[in-house]
């Protein structure tokens, strides 16, 4: 057995003392992964740092972008009627991730840090071309995802809140394992103007990513039929005991169309 400590600070700055001062901090969020992790003993800790008190759960809109503080919750993402409004295909997505358990405590924040393969919120986050904002920076969505489980944050660094263009039009379609709801794979589509941007989860096994071959098709004819002789590689895609490469391969393709069926539908 090992001691843990337990901090909940009232601030940003308050946390990351907190965490410049523990040997093997780690910052709570919504605990959905770090604390089945901490109890399987796949990591340790010798202090949580818990953000619930920190002033980071938010929603702001504006005429341009929807602003999600890094503590809001999933369920509050999904009933927000200024998300619903602005950002549609967002709410949509928060309110199809896990259960109503997870939904209930599980943090946007906490999922863009965590950067889970088959997570939902990356595809938003990359798709939407968000801008991620930390303690100390700003960060593109682009220069944020680094690989599986990686991104660019330092290790004391907190995401404080993400702000997510409004398209002219987005969809998020996902082909969810039945038992954790995780995508199998799932597509984030935008349109603003004549820029598309496409998003795929849960089938990289370097994580999130933007599929150029299907933005190039799209960017050329928005239309279904545009995708119909498209071949999308399986090299580099996760093969696993729920599907296989080739399989999440096909799945990309038809999530993509179900995507751009919503969009011009």
Known sequence: MYELEYAKPSNIS????KFDQSKDGKYLAGGMTLIPTLKARLASSDILIDLKEANLSNISVTSTHVVIGSMTRHSDVAN????????????????????????????????????????????????????????????????????????????????????????????????????????????FM??????????????????????????????SSFTLESLDSLDISSDGLIGDIHASSNYRANLIKVMAKRALEEIIT
């Not at 308050?14 to 003392?17: D, E, K, L, R």
């Not at 986050?125 to 920076?137: D, S, Y």
């Open 80 to 187: 927000s009627a200024d998300v619903q409004k602005s950002i549609p295909s967002l709410s949509k997505l928060a309110g199809g991730i896990g259960d109503h358990m997870v939904r209930n405590c599980g943090t946007i924040g906490g999922s863009v840090a965590n950067n889970d393969p088959s997570a939902c919120y990356p595809s938003a986050v990359l798709g939407l071309g968000a801008t991620i904002t930390t303690n100390e920076r700003e960060l593109s969505a682009e220069d944020y995802f680094m690989g599986m489980f990686e991104t660019a944050l330092n290790s004391n660094e907190i995401i404080t809140q993400i702000s997510f263009p409004i398209p002219d039009k987005s969809s998020y379609i996902k082909f969810p394992n039945p038992a954790s709801r995780y995508a199998m794979v799932g597509v």
């Open 190 to 219: 935008a349109k603003t103007g004549n820029k598309v941007n496409v998003a795929i989860t849960g089938a990289s096994e370097n994580g999130v990513f933007r599929s150029s071959e299907i933005e190039n098709a799209l960017s």
């Open 14 to 17: 308050n946390a990351v003392n």
